[in-house]
């Protein structure tokens, strides 16, 4: 089921996502719906507060249009070693119509444990390493845009604010 994706500035983005201790049906079941939510959007990945679920879940595609899907999903990640260096743009489908440029780690292994319980290590670079960061990010209450300098980070404001008094 597609479910409606949480946008800035719901102070839902913002909260603490707690562990998972058991994988149960219906995390499968939320895990079935980030996807369809995700590839629908479309985006390349997703965590389940932007769905108002704050449980330690996130999902990465990073395949591109023309290849098969290639689904992670990563249960209580945790980033167990980063180096590096990456200055790449960013967006989120909490954060629609804004991009912008992100310092990020440019390599990461992530821990996490798979749909069926099992321990899963991944080691990313480029897109897949800044995605990985941005989900776990979201999973804090952490948004790109939290790693702005203040400035761009004001004039993003503004420009939210200006956009809620247009729709009024």
């Known amino acids: 089921m597609i479910r409606t994706i949480l946008t800035y500035p719901s102070p839902e983005l913002k909260k603490k996502s707690a562990p998972v201790t058991i994988i149960t049906d219906s995390v499968r079941e939320l895990v079935r719906d980030m996807a369809e939510s995700m590839y629908a959007a479309p985006g390349v990945g997703l965590a389940a507060p932007q769905l108002g679920v704050h449980q330690r879940v996130i999902i ?4 591109g249009k023309n290849e098969p899907p290639d689904l992670i999903v990563a ?13 790449e743009e960013e ?19 992530v ?12 080691k ?9 960061q941005h989900e776990i990010d979201h999973l804090d209450g952490v948004l790109f845009v939290d790693h702005l300098s203040m400035l761009k980070r004001e004039l993003f404001q503004r420009k939210v604010r200006k956009a809620a008094e247009e729709k009024r």
Do not use: Q
Not at 111 to 122: H, I, N, Q, V
Not at 124 to 132: G, S
């Open 75 to 87: 249960i209580n990640p945790t980033i167990i070693h980063a180096d590096g260096e990456a200055y």
């Open 60 to 63: 990465i595609d990073i395949s």
């Open 91 to 109: 967006g989120c489908l909490s954060v629609p119509d804004y991009a912008a440029n992100v310092k990020r780690h440019a390599r990461v292994i």
């Open 124 to 132: 990313a670079e480029d897109l897949l390493a800044i995605a990985f």
């Open 111 to 122: 821990k996490a444990l798979d749909l069926e319980g099992a321990e899963r290590t991944w």
